[in-house]
């Protein structure tokens, strides 16, 4: 049961790193669309 519930636990931060990596990649592009476009306006 132990083993079980720390393995879930595992795969749930992975997946939270995975998503959180994910989302400032999407960041990261935005930021340089944004400084190479000047047609884009940035927030």
Do not use: H, W, Y
């Amino acid at each position: 049961m132990s083993s079980a519930s720390t393995r879930f636990l595992e795969i749930c931060r992975r997946s939270t790193i995975n998503v959180i990596n994910q989302m400032l990649d999407g960041a990261g592009i935005l930021l340089l669309v944004c400084q190479l476009n000047p047609f884009f306006k940035c927030i």
